[in-house]
C-alpha cells in the first residue's frame, strides 16, 4: 500500500512537471515572438519615416508604449515564474500583459481610424469646393438673368440645366458619402430592409383587391417619407436647391424674368444651406480630433507631474539627510540616488511619447518647445543623480521641469474646456464664411505666448547659471569643458527655435 502511495505521488509530481515544461516553452516562444514583433515595428518605422511619417509615428508611439510597459522583462519574468511552478503568479501576470497587448492592439488599430477621419475630411473639402463653383456659376446666371432682355432670356435655359446635372452629380456622391457613412457606423438599414420586404408582399398580392392595391400605395408613400426623413439637412437642402433650378429652367423658357430669379435665388439659399452642413462637419471632426489629443496629453502630463514631484522630493530628501549625517553609507546613497534616475528616466519616455502626440497634431509648436526643454532639463537631472550629485542646483533643475509641467498641463486643461464649450454651443453659433477652412490649433495663441515668455525666462536663468559654473572651473587645470560646451550649443538652439516659433506667431503660421 505504502509503495503504490509513492508511486502515484511520484507519477503525480512527473506528470505535473511535464506539463509545467510544456507551459514554460510555449511562455518562451511566446516570448521570442514578441521580441521579433517589436524589432519589425522598429524596421517598419525606420523605413515609413519618410514615406508614410504618420504611420511612423504611430509606430514609434507603440514601441514606447512597449518600452514603457516593460513587456519584454515581464515575458521573461512569467517564464522565471512558470520554471520556480509558481503557476498563481503566472496566471496573474500573464491576464495583466494581456490587458497590456490589447491596449497595444488598440493602439495600432487607431492608425484605421485615423485615416478614416482624414479621408472623410478631403472628401468634404472636395465637396465644399465643386459646391463654391457651383454657387458661383448660379450667381453668376442670375446675374446673367436680370441684364439679360425678355426675348432672350430662354437662351439662358440650358446654361439653368447644366447647372442643375452638375448638382445632381453632386448630389448622387453625397449621397454615395453618407450612405457609406451610415452602413460603416450603424450597419444595414434594417427598418428600410423590412419596409421593402412589406413593399415586395404588397406587390405579390397586386390585383386581388382594391384594398390591398391602396395599402401598397400607402406602403409606397411611406417608405418615401422614411427615406425623405433619413436624410441629412445637406442632402435635403440639395435636393431642394436642384428643384429650384428645374423650375428656374421653366420661368426662363417661358421668359418670366421675375419668377426665374425667385427660383435661382432660392436656390442659392440651399446651396449655402448645404455649404454651413458641410463646414459643420469638417468643425466637428477637428473637434473630435482636438478633444482626444487634449485627453491623451493631459493623462501623460499629469503621469509625468506626478513622478518628477515624487523624485524631487526624494532627492530634497537625501540632501537633508546628507546634511544632517555626514558619514552616512555613501553606497546606499549611490544605490538610492540611481533609483532616481531610473524614475527619471521613466518620465524622459513618457516625454517621448507626449511629444509624438503634439508632432502628429502640429499645431502647438510652443509646446513642443517646451518640452524639448523640460525633456533636456530631465536628462541633466538624470545625470547629476547618477553622479551623485545632489546639491541646491540638482533641486533648482527639478523646480524648473515641474515648473514646466505644471503650465503645459494648465494650458492643456484649458484648451480641453474651451473644446468642451464650443462643443456645447455648436448649434447655438452663427455660421461664418470660411470658419470651417481654418482649423482650430490645439493650443490657443495666448497659452502660447505664456509658454513662450517662461521658457525665454528659463533660458535667461540657464545661461547665467552655465556662466557661474564657467567662471568656477574654467581656472582650474585639466578642466574638461566639453559638457559646458554642449550645453552651450543646445542653449543656442532653445533660443533660436524661440525666436523662430514667434516668427512663426507673428506671420499666423501654425504648421
Not at 92 to 111: C, F, H, M, P, V
Not at 272 to 285: A, F, G, T
Not at 289 to 307: A, G, H, I, N
Request: aromatic share 2%; proline share 2%.
Amino acid at each position: 500500500m505504502f509503495y503504490r502511495s509513492a508511486f502515484l505521488t511520484v507519477a503525480i509530481i512527473f506528470v505535473a512537471s511535464l506539463y509545467a515544461q510544456e507551459l514554460t516553452d510555449k511562455q518562451r516562444s511566446l516570448a521570442g515572438r514578441y521580441t521579433q514583433l517589436e524589432q519589425i515595428l522598429q524596421r517598419l518605422a525606420e523605413t515609413s519615416a519618410t514615406s508614410d511619417p504618420q504611420r511612423a509615428t504611430l509606430l514609434n508611439k507603440v514601441l514606447l508604449e512597449s518600452r514603457d510597459k516593460l513587456l519584454v522583462q515581464r515575458f521573461d519574468t512569467l517564464i522565471n515564474t512558470l520554471e520556480r511552478r509558481q503557476f498563481a503568479d503566472a496566471i496573474s501576470g500573464q491576464t495583466n500583459i494581456e490587458q497590456d497587448l490589447l491596449a497595444l492592439l488598440r493602439l495600432l488599430e487607431s492608425a484605421d481610424r485615423i485615416e478614416r477621419r482624414e479621408a472623410e475630411k478631403e472628401q468634404i473639402k472636395e465637396f465644399l469646393k465643386e459646391l463654391e463653383e457651383l454657387l458661383q456659376s448660379e450667381r453668376t446666371l442670375m446675374g446673367q438673368t436680370r441684364q439679360q432682355e425678355a426675348r432672350n432670356l430662354p437662351l439662358l435655359e440650358q446654361e439653368q440645366r447644366d447647372i442643375r446635372m452638375r448638382g445632381q452629380t453632386l448630389q448622387d456622391r453625397l449621397d454615395d458619402y453618407e450612405g457609406g457613412t451610415r452602413q460603416n457606423e450603424n450597419g444595414a438599414d434594417k427598418s428600410t430592409e423590412s419596409q421593402e420586404g412589406q413593399s415586395q408582399e404588397n406587390q405579390s398580392q397586386e390585383g386581388q383587391s382594391q384594398e390591398n392595391q391602396s395599402q401598397e400605395g400607402q406602403s409606397q408613400e411611406n417608405q418615401q417619407q422614411n427615406q425623405t426623413q433619413q436624410q441629412t439637412p445637406g442632402q435635403q437642402a440639395l435636393q431642394r436647391a436642384l428643384e429650384r433650378m428645374r423650375q428656374a429652367e421653366q420661368q426662363l423658357q417661358q421668359a418670366e424674368r421675375d419668377g426665374a430669379i425667385t427660383e435661382q435665388e432660392e436656390a442659392i439659399a440651399e446651396l449655402q444651406r448645404l455649404k454651413e452642413e458641410l463646414e459643420k462637419i469638417l468643425r466637428q471632426l477637428r473637434e473630435e480630433e482636438l478633444m482626444q489629443t487634449l485627453e491623451k496629453l493631459e493623462e501623460r502630463l499629469k503621469r509625468m507631474l506626478r513622478v518628477e514631484q515624487a523624485i524631487r522630493s526624494q532627492t530634497e530628501r537625501l540632501i537633508n539627510e546628507l546634511a544632517s549625517e555626514p558619514a552616512l553609507d555613501q553606497r546606499q546613497i549611490k544605490i538610492r540616488a540611481d533609483r532616481l534616475g531610473i524614475d527619471q528616466q521613466s518620465v524622459i519616455e513618457e516625454s517621448e511619447l507626449a511629444l509624438l502626440l503634439l508632432r502628429e497634431d502640429g499645431t502647438a509648436q510652443a509646446m513642443v518647445e517646451s518640452l524639448l526643454q523640460a525633456r533636456f532639463d530631465m536628462s541633466e537631472v538624470k545625470n547629476r543623480l547618477e553622479l551623485t550629485t545632489l546639491d541646491t542646483v540638482t533641486l533648482r533643475i527639478e523646480d524648473t521641469v515641474i515648473e514646466a509641467l505644471l503650465e503645459m498641463l494648465e494650458a492643456v486643461q484649458a484648451a480641453i474646456e474651451e473644446a468642451r464649450e464650443r462643443q456645447e454651443n455648436e448649434d447655438n453659433q452663427e455660421p461664418q464664411e470660411g470658419a470651417a477652412m481654418a482649423e482650430e490649433p490645439l493650443i490657443q495663441l495666448l497659452a502660447e505666448l505664456r509658454m513662450i515668455r517662461s521658457m525665454q525666462r528659463r533660458v535667461n536663468e540657464r545661461t547665467k547659471r552655465y556662466d557661474d559654473e564657467i567662471q568656477q572651473v574654467i581656472e582650474k587645470p585639466d578642466v574638461d569643458l566639453d559638457p559646458f560646451r554642449q550645453a552651450v550649443e543646445e542653449l543656442a538652439r532653445q533660443q533660436n527655435r524661440i525666436s523662430r516659433i514667434l516668427h512663426e506667431l507673428r506671420i499666423g503660421r501654425t504648421r
